[in-house]
């Protein structure tokens, strides 16, 4: 699991703040972005399980919460999130910035 995110990096879009009753199925499900797109999971309220699950990786699971530092999401790498209970998070997508392509669809699942 990434714990540093590459420079030269710039946030272009977010999902909207989703809780434990409207995150997207896709979210909960293995799912991974584009390369060269990066993600943050920021936890607003609660706590959010956060696995990466990419047989390219070493199998990882943190528990996000306010207090810690967001969950970095790697380019093209699987991974899932879980709500633990009640939850409040988004999503801040990043890339290069010479990059022009979308990190994910209108409903906040990442393509």
């Keep these: 699991m990434a714990t ?3 420079d030269g990096l710039e946030p272009y879009k977010r999902t909207a703040t989703f809780t434990e009753n409207t995150v997207p199925a896709g979210l909960l499900g ?3 972005t584009k390369d060269g797109v990066w993600g943050l999971i920021h936890v607003e309220e609660g706590a ?3 696995a990466v699950t990419d047989p390219r990786c070493a199998p990882a699971e943190t528990l996000l919460t306010p ?3 967001p969950g970095i999401i790697e380019p093209t790498i699987l991974h899932r999130v879980e709500p633990v209970g009640a939850v409040r ?3 801040q997508f990043l890339r290069s ?3 022009t392509h979308p990190a994910h ?3 906040g ?3």
Excluded: I, P
Aim: charged fraction near 25%.
């Design 67 to 69: 207090e810690g530092e």
């Design 97 to 99: 910035a010479n990059a």
């Design 48 to 50: 959010l399980r956060y």
């Design 89 to 91: 998070f988004h999503v």
């Design 4 to 6: 540093n995110l590459l």
């Design 109 to 111: 699942r990442h393509s």
């Design 30 to 32: 293995d799912h991974s």
């Design 105 to 107: 669809n209108d409903n």
